[in-house]
């Protein structure tokens, strides 16, 4: 799952939408659900004072789409060592217009990369997106949302 789903503190200041994690995430572990936390290229790269900066920009970053490329690949080894074990992997969960984890219309930075090394080591890319209006006090229907990704992983 994108970083800041369970690390709130990774995200732009004063864009927190919960503190420390989404309630949904620590809803999964408590029914034991294991979570895989993908990097944030965005702190790792340009810290945690970084500007706002969109899909455009952050493509535009030099060596940002290969750095996203070797972040990814211990993730992706990561799921191929569980799925060998016989673990089931449900897919994995992005944020909605995020300029690196969206998923679904203008797909992220990193996002592309995952599921592009996904293709690569025949992956499912079973998803889900947090949507934007998300937060620790308005879940909304997100929760049926969860239900259908769980149920379709």
């Known amino acids: 799952m994108s970083h800041c789903i369970l690390n709130q503190n990774a995200v ?7 503190r420390g ?3 949904f995430a620590i809803e999964l572990l408590s029914r034991g659900i294991a979570l895989i936390q993908l ?5 790792l790269v340009l ?5 706002p900066m969109s899909y455009e920009e952050y493509s535009e970053l030099p060596d940002f789409r290969q750095k996203c490329q070797v972040m990814l690949q211990p993730m992706i080894q990561q799921i191929q060592a569980y799925q060998a074990e016989n673990y089931h992997y449900l897919g994995v969960i992005g944020i909605n ?9 203008q797909r992220g930075v990193l996002m592309e990369e995952f599921f592009a090394k996904c293709q690569e080591a ?4 079973n998803y889900l997106e947090v949507p934007t209006w998300y937060s620790e006090q308005d879940q909304g229907a997100f929760h049926e949302q969860l239900q259908l990704f769980l149920e379709r992983g």
């Open 12 to 18: 732009i200041h004063g864009w927190e939408r919960a």
């Open 21 to 23: 994690a989404f309630p």
């Open 39 to 43: 990097p944030c290229p965005e702190f």
């Open 47 to 51: 810290g945690g004072n970084r500007p």
């Open 97 to 105: 217009e995020s300029p690196n984890c969206s998923i679904s219309g």
């Open 122 to 125: 025949q992956l499912s890319t």
